[in-house]
């Protein structure tokens, strides 16, 4: 099993290295940011949650890219990344409406396909990995490692956002 589903998450991975286009314009975005005056903030939801401790305790922590705290006023120097596993989320609506009411520029990457909402954001991202990776026998699939995902895309974010940013410093 474990073969199984290893192969198919390293398939998922392979689906996201075609993306290398729409990853490369988050970044260029998050970079805006620190090379001037913002600082970047990442906002996730869900079970995506679980990418906070990446920003804080994790090898890869970064100065001036943090956890978004609830009910802080951001600028239009800072930049929001958002991790969300569908673009229909009550919660996620009402930050956007903030956002856009500061003027902050955000990228939102989702689990889920494109959607209107995916495209307010500037450097949208739809990862479409809403079936699970492992076949029941009752024709159903199980085994969505989601969270696995998300870790290594913004493991991947933050390894070329310290590369762009260094080359400015």
């Not at 906070?52 to 705290?69: I, N």
Request: include cysteine; hydrophobic fraction near 40%; charge should be negative.
């Amino acid at each position: 099993m474990l073969k199984i589903l290893a192969t198919q998450f390293n398939g998922k991975l392979q689906t996201l290295a075609k993306q290398e286009d729409e990853l490369f314009d988050v970044v260029r975005l998050l970079a805006q940011a620190l090379v001037g005056e913002g600082k970047v903030y990442v906002h996730a939801f869900g079970e995506l949650e679980g990418l906070y401790p990446m920003l804080t305790e994790g090898p890869d922590q970064m100065k001036r890219v943090t956890k978004v705290k609830d009910h802080k006023t951001l600028h239009s120097v800072d930049r929001v990344l958002i991790f969300t596993p569908d673009t229909e989320r009550s919660d996620l609506h009402a930050a956007l409406a903030r956002y856009d009411a500061w003027h902050t520029p955000y990228s939102i990457v989702t689990l889920g396909p494109v959607t209107e909402t995916l495209e307010r954001s500037i450097a949208p991202l739809a990862l479409k990995f809403e079936k699970g990776l492992l076949p029941a026998e009752d024709g159903s699939r199980h085994g969505l490692p989601s969270l696995a995902l998300c870790a290594f895309l913004l493991t991947h974010i933050l390894t070329q956002l310290r590369e762009m940013t260094e080359e400015w410093e």
